[in-house]
């Protein structure tokens, strides 16, 4: 299995010998937000209850990407209660 993954990755990085760096390091770029967003944003939740922020107030600075209650958790979680 570790072999065929391998195998892939290069055959990817192949193909995108035509393609602008620019071009490719933007869409790295975006499908790694996607890929390590959520957990991103749980640190920085956690980081801004541990300021004393209210969660109310976190999941409104957020654009309400993730719920109240949500956020109430990942903070509730962070603090082992």
């Not at 620019?22 to 209850?49: F, M, Y």
Request: hydrophobic share 40%.
């Amino acid at each position: 299995m570790t072999y065929n993954r391998f195998v892939t990755v290069i055959l990817e990085h192949a193909t995108l010998t035509g393609m602008d760096d620019g071009t490719r390091r933007e869409l790295e770029q975006a499908a790694d937000a996607v890929r390590n967003g959520p957990s991103l944003l749980k640190v920085a939740i956690c980081k801004a209850a541990d300021e004393g922020e209210r969660a109310a107030d976190i999941t409104r600075a957020i654009g309400h990407v993730w719920t109240y209650d949500y956020v109430a958790r990942v903070i509730r979680e962070h603090r082992g209660s």
